[in-house]
């Protein structure tokens, strides 16, 4: 496919491409429709598209030619009588799909998908069919799963381990951080050493909040997150986690999280104040790097605004590749680095609010 990044968005679905190192806007979809999360099934080619279309519930598209025509697959269907948490009792229907992962590479026609309320789906045919996965919907902790934001809880992050495909991590906002290592025939609770400071418990092992979970493409067991508390990091798969967040800078509160592929200790983030102010620390705009598992976070500051400014950038709007950064933010603005988020530069501004990035 080459250079090129899909970028979400709440009016469509651009496509960027890189021609002589310079970004352009290389095609626009399904404009006007807000598009949640798109990305490159690199398995297959296939590219898959989130729409949300309101009331009319979460959308599915898949191109199997970059984009040239789309085919709109049948979006995941909760089964009769399935009612939502916490309470069961409004019935379930899928309001809005968060995010779409692909199997491992030994299962070509798997793929994952997350969403509100809080179910996660699987097909075995390439996204022709979805099945609710009803051991993790159905975990005695969902009672206690709320929606982050939201009506009800959802699934925002799928990763599949590359080294065995059984092994798969999702994180439920709000409920936690949950891992299967059967190919989600049973699931096991892994938020020891998170904090909740708007639960009783604020280490309560249910009812904690991730807005993104990552794990290191390098070392799979080193799984990173971006929480409504601060940045946690697990060096044993979950087991326990540490609280990373910088006491004295602004990586703390936020939503977005990008790794690198090579250093399982490097990995960005974009901060704001906190829940109740979500702007900007000091109303610049600023992405933090550690590069030592987050014993440390240097501010970024270098092309991008520092003064007045009310971006943010949503929990899948920063991705990186290689020494390539790229994330988009709620004022329509997109900014790529092209070493390792040392300076920036502002492609376009003037888009709608922007959802997702992701390089292909």
Known sequence: MGDKILVGTRKGL???ARDGGE??????HFEAIPVVYA?????TGTLWASLDHGHWGGKLQRSHDGGASWQEVEAPKYPEGAKCPPDFTTPATTS?????????ADEPNRLYVGTEPGGLFVSGDGGDSFQLNESLWNDPGNSQWFGGGRDYPGICAIQIDPRDSRRITVGISVGGVYVSED?????????RGLYADYLPEHDAEVGQDPHIVLASPSNPDVLWQQNHCGIFRSSDAGRQWQDISDPEGPAGFGFAL???AQDENVAWVAPAVSAEYRVPVERALVICRSEDGGQSWQSLRKGLPQQHCYDLVFRHGLDAQGDSLAFGTTAGNFYVSDDRGDSWRCLVNNLAVVYSVRYM
């Open 96 to 104: 809005y799909i968060w995010i779409i992962e692909p199997g491992g």
């Open 183 to 191: 190919g989600g025939k049973s699931w096991q609770v892994r938020n």
């Open 258 to 260: 990008a790794l690198d």
């Open 39 to 43: 990305m490159h099934d690199r398995r």
């Open 23 to 28: 970004w352009r806007i290389d095609s626009a």
């Open 14 to 16: 651009l496509i960027l």
